[in-house]
């Protein structure tokens, strides 16, 4: 008992003492953000290099492999390379149209609101300015299950931005590319998809509940004031009438035929008719029917292009408010101490009488 009162003591003292430093960082952080400047950027460009990584994750593998004699024998082989390499550019300088090609990486997470799309046309706007549409090439690493149409449709915007430049463009899909999420796939020169990938989905869907009769059971009215015969179709609380549905599936069915012919235009190699019923194709049905290009991951794609390309990976990192700082350094500081304190309460112990 003496032991857990002792520990229990101990984690009492960290805990204030961990305030007390939350407290100093503030006070620090406002009195620096008083003396500094304003800064009226939102965000910052970011780029990695994939060839970097690669050869990193190369690097480890064979120091933790390899003997000392194939390691010698490796870096040997590896400085005469570089001896000769740079013996070639000295006596032949590129110039500048023989660079390297770039691949410049673009990934988009998307959910039902496509909330990534401002992040992504600040990407856009980066690579735009950099992209040599007769070496380079942009890739898109895409998921999303879709979601609104006018969100999808600005994020599918952005990508027609790339193709106005004449940038070559391939899109991969993992995992999923489905309604919206296709939408801006589509639009691929190269679509590519893993063989259980997730893709199509090309049709609209509205869902709403409608408590209308569990007002009218309880008393209680709700009016509906529109000026304008079609201004309000359905309502969830109101009482929906025949003609707004048919008005409302009307509307559906106009933005279905956006959407296919938003697909045709893109890939004319598809018969619209047979893969827009809404349906998903996993990825390889989905290339028999024409909906990708190839069936291969991400990754082997840009390992193999990695032989004969600088790979970039360029992300838009959107600058933390000092709110946001303080909230994301209080919550991982306490979840660690919490974590810290429940594994010493139920880890077992040996008690000492």
């Not at 997730?198 to 009215?221: C, E, M, T, W, Y």
């Not at 139920?346 to 008690?351: I, L, M, R």
Request: net charge negative.
């Amino acid at each position: 008992m003496t032991e857990f009162l002792s520990e229990y003591g101990l984690f009492l003292a960290k805990s204030v003492t961990i305030v007390i430093a939350v407290l100093a960082v503030v006070v620090g952080i406002i009195a620096a953000s008083a003396r500094g400047k304003k800064d009226s950027r939102h965000g910052d460009i970011q780029v990695e290099h994939f060839n970097d990584e690669l050869q990193e994750m190369k690097e480890v593998l064979e120091h933790s492999i390899l003997d000392k004699d194939e390691l010698k024998a490796i870096h040997k082989a590896e400085k005469k390379q570089e001896k000769e390499e740079k013996k070639a550019r000295k006596n032949n300088p590129p110039k500048d149209e023989e660079r390297d090609k770039r691949i410049f990486v673009l990934d988009f997470d998307g959910d039902i609101k496509a909330s990534e799309v401002e992040p992504f046309r600040q990407e856009i706007s980066a690579i735009l300015m950099m992209a040599d549409p007769a070496k380079d090439e942009v890739v898109i690493r895409l998921e999303s299950p879709g979601g609104m149409v006018h969100e999808y449709g600005l994020a599918s915007s952005q990508i027609e931005r790339i193709k106005r430049k004449n940038i070559p463009l391939t899109i991969c899909v993992d995992r999923v590319a489905a309604s919206g999420g296709y939408m801006m796939a589509c639009l691929a020169d190269k679509l590519l998809a893993a063989p259980f990938a997730i893709v199509g989905s090309i049709g609209v869907i509205a869902q709403l509940p409608n408590f209308h009769r569990l007002l009218k059971k309880n008393d209680v009215d709700y009016e509906v004031l529109t000026a304008g015969e079609y201004k309000r179709t359905l309502t969830m609380f109101g009482e929906n009438t025949d003609k707004g549905r048919e008005k409302f599936v009307e509307e559906l069915e106009e933005t279905h035929v956006l959407f296919k012919n938003f697909v045709k235009e893109y890939r004319d190699q598809v018969d619209i008719e047979k893969v827009a019923t809404g349906e998903i194709w996993f990825g390889k049905q989905a290339l028999e029917v024409n909906l990708v290009d190839e069936l291969v991951t991400s990754d082997e794609y840009l390992m193999d292009a990695a032989e004969n390309a600088d790979i970039c990976v360029v992300r838009y990192e959107e600058k933390k408010s000092l709110q946001d700082k303080l909230s994301e350094f209080t919550v991982d500081s306490s979840d660690k101490v919490l974590t810290r304190w429940w594994s010493r309460l139920t880890q077992p112990k040996t008690w000492s009488r």
